[in-house]
């Protein structure tokens, strides 16, 4: 069942990736087109799943433009809840803490999500528009099944190093839904030249997701 900050949370889980996504996913277009010649599929077909995913990865851009403009009023404690919840950088994260309850950091999480959901619908970025821009792209629809499913926990890595809550462990295992790098991306992509980030497949490649449509190839985990 879908929750409603659900399309939010693919946009956060996805953020720091969305920039080379964006750039694999136009890069991959291309190469296909320039195979495209080598494959009897109807030249009509071919020409409209690259332009699917030319579109998806301006929408990528677009819609991470969207989220730093909702981000930018964020405090620095905010900041740092996003950092540690969702971007994982580990230049951002290094020595910080949060000195509160476990139960305190969980609702400033659910209030923080609230707020930038807020700034983005101000901003015509609804649900509705989400899936409009993103309903056949397979990182993000393999993200929102994650959490649909009740998987959120498999999107991101262990955690290693000191816990958030002293004495508790609050880490994350499992497969995860983003592309290992721009260079397998490209080359996945240009391997299939009639498959389009806007057309479906089979299951996912992740564990018990059994989400899946064809999209910019392999998937691991955000950091």
């Not at 004495?167 to 490209?186: C, D, N, Y």
């Amino acid at each position: 069942m879908r929750d409603k900050y659900d399309y939010m949370r693919v946009l956060l889980y996805a953020y720091p990736h969305a920039e080379k996504l964006s750039e694999a996913v136009r890069v991959g277009a291309k190469v296909r087109a320039s195979l495209s010649f080598k494959h009897p599929m109807d030249t009509l077909a071919i020409m409209e799943s690259i332009a699917a995913d030319m579109a998806h990865a301006e929408c990528l851009l677009r819609w991470k433009e969207q989220l730093e403009r909702a981000i930018s009023y964020c405090s620095e404690e905010e900041l740092f809840l996003l950092e540690y919840k969702y971007f994982r950088r580990k230049s951002r994260l290094s020595g910080r803490t949060i000195t509160c309850s476990e139960r305190s950091y969980f609702r400033k999480q659910k209030q923080l999500l609230s707020r930038l959901c807020c700034r983005m619908q101000r901003r015509g970025c609804t649900e509705e528009a989400f899936l409009r821009d993103f309903e056949g792209f397979s990182p993000y629809m393999t993200i929102l099944k994650a959490l649909m499913n009740g998987w959120e926990r498999k999107l991101v890595q262990r955690r290693s190093g000191r816990p958030l809550f002293g004495g508790q462990s609050s880490s994350s295992e499992g497969a995860g839904f983003l592309p290992r790098s721009t260079k397998k991306t490209i080359a996945e992509s240009a391997a299939m030249p009639t498959m389009s980030a806007a057309m479906p497949t089979g299951e996912s490649a992740a564990e018990g997701s059994g989400a899946g449509s064809s999209g910019t190839g392999a998937t691991v985990s955000a950091r």
